[in-house]
């Protein structure tokens, strides 16, 4: 197990990507990234497209070089060092299987590779194929299985290679929502089995929140928030994160140069908010939609801000009767507010509200 860092990472693409005015122009991939994994972690590199994150991961591996900054592995830096000697194993999207190869030649490539005997590197082989539970595949080759097995099949090609860490890039993205669901949950055993630090990219925010022990948030290059699920989603750093994280995302209304801001989960019919410390607000109600249990409410709120369309979510212990087109009042929790910065979008102190208790 290994520590992972970068310090001050700047990577530039030049003439790629955009052009203004016939001209190419300069990218700003990553912008002054700092960041850490300790031994062990499982840290999620989460944001939306074009954010920095795979540029970010191919530049710990060694596919891409830092225009700025250093890339430190186990405390040493590793920045010129070809991927090979970085002691990092990588799982892409794509898988990259040899279509005309069984899974057992799949897995045992890479110890070819490097000269080790045939014994044993089917031994290792057939180690990481018990690990995986995949070992009455070794014989069959990657069209025969489905997307759940050519995943676990990257991940033992990975293994047996004794990485100090692991990065995957997106790798449950070729797979559908049902499938999904059960390989987070594979990945998330497996790494707490083997305790190797990991780096995972995904824009899927429910994969970050699953599996990361810690989650760190990137837009534009440049990392918003670093730390646990539940801190990222409770006390998010700026708005960006605040309505990034979260579905139905966090609501913020304007108030005297600042956003208010409170969880869908949190807004509900005020007989279901203790009295002693709470925000009242009059919703006018829209539309519902019934998901998974709950009701979204879809509504116009005034009396803490401005007019601001909002989102509540009642969970279905929650059966107050509502009608579109009605007004009801509801309420949040105070200690469930959190405030913003109206023009920078961050933290700010709380101020006060009022509103009938």
Known sequence: MQTVEVKGLVKNFDGHVRARRGRAEHVRALDGVDLAAGPGEYLVLLGPSGCGKTTLLRTIAGLEQPTEGEVLIGGNVVNGLPPRVRQIAMVFQSYALYPHKTV??????????????????????????????????????????????????????ALVRDPAVFLLDEPLSNLDAKMRATARDELKRFQERVG????????DQAEAMGLGDRIAVLEHGRVRQVGTPQEVYDDPSDTFVATFIGSPPMNLVRRDGVLVGFRPEHLLPEENVASAARVTMPLRVERMEYLSGDRHVYGTVTGIGEETRVIAR?????????????????????????FFDAEAGTRTAAVPIGGPA
């Open 104 to 157: 057992m030649d799949n897995i045992v490539f890479p110890l070819r590779a490097e000269g080790m005997e045939r014994g044993e590197r089917e031994k290792k082989a057939r180690w990481a194929a018990a690990l995986l539970e995949i070992e009455p595949l070794l014989r069959r080759k990657p069209r025969q299985l489905s997307g759940g097995e050519r995943q676990r099949v990257a991940l033992a090609r």
């Open 196 to 203: 190797t630090t990991t780096i995972y990219v995904t824009h």
């Open 314 to 338: 009642l969970p279905a212990t929650v059966s107050t009767p509502l009608e579109a087109g009605e007004t009801r009042a509801f309420a949040v929790p105070s200690g469930r507010l959190r």
